[in-house]
């Protein structure tokens, strides 16, 4: 977004043109120097040079924000999660059906209406065999089909009246992967943003949510700057969280400080998901909101302790 869409903000919703005006490139702004690419680079590899040789094409460390976050909060959860299967439940598949909405909401020809955009999205998962929700569309039965349909149906229609709609010359991309890897591809880095605008080095990469707006959400979209930033050789211009729920924008600017804080953190995590896949050390435990859906909670006195304060039942 340029000032020459200014004139465009006046026929936008107040709320719409929070967004706006939060998303646009702010006076004075330049990019960051090109040698800075190089620098991360070289830091990266410095400090996980110690895995080189510890991992194998055939068989990678696999680096994405969703690892990133579970091992920096509880090293215990992050490594049981990866034991446990998945199970869909209805507010889980209510955030990958309304993220296929909006989606679809972005290339729609027409007049775009939330609920023919909720029944759309439920038959796009459910016809394509690479997504897991949409077995579990398809074995729902009418009940809870209908009040999925409700949850969508609300989440878009608050998109439409929330965020300004996208020009074509914006350049928009949904599910926009980002991939860079390390010793001939024994370690492996992957983003994959809800929602990208701008062009390379102006780029604005957004994460849809469909809960409430945490600290780990600036984590994680720092986490895709900084894979964006190593794969296409130019950093983004910012990262913006949008809860589609409240109707909030968290816009953060991508610095040379926020970039360097990424790198650190993901040298730290990596070295210890390391650690736990060669058996180098035991996993730690630190409690937290994770504790509420740990598979090993009720055998964890830490989370245990954890969720009776949280519930203020000390009896």
Known sequence: MSSVDGAASSELNPIQRDVFDALRVPDGWAPLPDDLVIQLETELVNGLAALDTVFTRDEPLRV?????STIHGCETHHVEEKKSAFAWSLPTVRGTVAHKAVELLINWRGEPVPALLADSAIESLI?????????????????????LRGMVVDTVTTYLESFPPLKPQWRPVVE???????????????????????????????????????????????????????????????????????????????????????????????SIMADLVTGRREPSRRAGPQCRWCPVNESCDEGQRFLTRATGDDN
């Open 176 to 270: 926009h992967s980002a991939r860079y890897t390390l010793f001939d591809e024994s370690i492996i880095f992957s983003s994959r943003a809800d929602l990208v605008i701008g062009t390379a080095g102006r780029k604005v990469l957004i994460d849809l949510k469909t809960g409430q707006l945490t600290s780990t959400h600036r984590d994680d979209l720092r986490f895709y700057a900084l894979v964006e930033t190593l794969r296409s050789r130019q950093a983004p211009r910012s990262l913006a969280s949008f809860s589609l729920d409240a109707a909030r924008i968290d816009v953060e600017e991508v610095s040379e400080g926020l970039l360097r804080a990424a790198l650190r953190r993901t040298i730290d995590g990596v």
């Open 127 to 147: 016809n394509n065999p690479r997504e897991s929700a949409g077995m579990y569309l398809a074995q729902l039965p009418d009940r809870d089909v209908a009040e």
């Open 64 to 68: 994405t924000k969703r690892a990133m």
